[in-house]
C-alpha cells in the first residue's frame, strides 16, 4: 500500500512537468478517458489542473469511478463480495489497518500531511487517517467536475483513431458507449484476490477467507488462526 505513494509522488512530479512542457500541443489532445478514482487516478487528475492553472490548454478530462465515491482502495465498506448492484467490490480495506510505511514517505509534495491536519502526526498512520488526507488533497484541488461515479467500464475498444468504452451506469443499471482520444488505466493492482489452491482444503471444516474480504478480527476471537502468505495485502 505504501509503495503506491512513493511512485504516485514521482508521477505526480514527472506529470506535472511533461503537461507544462506540451502546453503548446496539448489541444492536439481533445477528450482523456481516466478510469479509476484512487491515489493513482486522482493524481493524473490533479496534475492536469496544476497544468491548466499555469496556462497549458488541456483536454477534456472524463474519469470513471465504479464506486460511490473516490479514494479507489483507500475507501471502506463492511460489504465483501458485491455491492448494492452486485459489482465486486473493489477495494481490501479493514477497520483497523494502519498504514505500512512512514508518513514520510507518503505524503504528496504539494499538500503536505500538516497543511491538511495543522498538527503533527505520528509516523505511522491509521486507514482513515491517509483516506481523509487523500480525499482532502483532492477537495482542495477542485476536481470532482471531472468524476463520474458508480460507472464501470466493461470494455475499452480502439477503433477508427478513437478508444469507445463501454460503460455501465450502475445507479440506472444501463450502458452506453464514449469515444476519447486517450485512455488512462488507473484501477489498482490490489483489488482481484488470488487463492491458490491447496490438497485438503475441500475437506477444511472451518472458514477459508482471502484477506480482500477480512473487515474486523472481532469474528476470529477464541479461534485459532492460520495466515498463509506474506505477500502485500492491504
Known amino acids: 500500500a505504501a509503495g503506491g505513494y512513493?511512485?504516485?509522488?514521482?508521477?505526480?512530479?514527472?506529470?506535472?512537468?511533461?503537461?507544462?512542457?506540451?502546453?503548446?500541443?496539448?489541444?492536439?489532445?481533445?477528450?482523456?478517458?481516466?478510469?479509476?478514482?484512487?491515489?493513482?487516478?486522482?493524481?493524473?487528475?490533479?496534475?492536469?489542473?496544476?497544468?491548466?492553472?499555469?496556462?497549458?490548454?488541456?483536454p477534456e478530462i472524463v474519469c470513471?469511478?465504479?464506486?460511490?465515491?473516490?479514494?479507489?482502495?483507500?475507501?471502506?465498506?463492511?460489504?465483501?463480495?458485491?455491492?448494492?448492484?452486485?459489482?465486486?467490490?473493489?477495494?481490501?480495506?479493514?477497520?483497523?489497518?494502519?498504514?505500512?510505511?512512514?508518513?514520510?514517505?507518503?505524503?504528496?509534495?504539494?499538500?503536505?500531511?500538516?497543511?491538511?491536519?495543522?498538527?503533527?502526526?505520528?509516523?505511522?498512520?491509521?486507514r482513515s487517517v491517509i483516506h481523509d488526507y487523500i480525499v482532502g488533497r483532492a477537495n482542495k484541488s477542485n476536481i470532482r467536475q471531472y468524476v463520474m461515479f458508480n460507472m464501470r467500464v466493461n470494455s475499452v475498444v480502439f477503433e477508427n483513431g478513437k478508444f469507445v468504452l463501454k460503460v455501465w451506469d450502475k445507479k440506472n443499471d444501463s450502458v452506453f458507449s464514449d469515444s476519447f482520444d486517450y485512455v488512462v488505466v488507473a484501477t489498482g493492482h490490489f483489488s482481484v484476490p488470488y487463492i491458490p489452491e491447496y490438497e485438503g482444503m475441500n475437506a477444511f471444516p472451518g472458514r477459508i477467507l482471502h484477506a480482500h474480504d477480512f473487515r474486523n478480527a472481532g469474528e476470529f476471537k477464541g479461534k485459532d488462526v492460520i495466515v498463509l502468505g506474506s505477500n502485500f495485502s492491504p
Open 64 to 126: 470513471f469511478e465504479k464506486q460511490d465515491d473516490w479514494g479507489g482502495l483507500w475507501n471502506y465498506t463492511w460489504r465483501t463480495g458485491t455491492d448494492e448492484y452486485g459489482d465486486s467490490v473493489h477495494h481490501s480495506m479493514y477497520q483497523c489497518m494502519w498504514s505500512n510505511g512512514p508518513k514520510e514517505c507518503l505524503e504528496y509534495p504539494d499538500y503536505s500531511l500538516f497543511e491538511h491536519f495543522g498538527k503533527p502526526l505520528p509516523s505511522y498512520p491509521p
Open 6 to 58: 512513493v511512485i504516485i509522488n514521482r508521477e505526480y512530479l514527472y506529470l506535472e512537468i511533461r503537461l507544462i512542457s506540451l502546453k503548446d500541443s496539448l489541444f492536439h489532445m481533445q477528450r482523456v478517458a481516466i478510469i479509476g478514482a484512487g491515489p493513482c487516478g486522482l493524481g493524473l487528475m490533479i496534475a492536469f489542473r496544476y497544468a491548466l492553472l499555469k496556462g497549458a490548454k488541456i
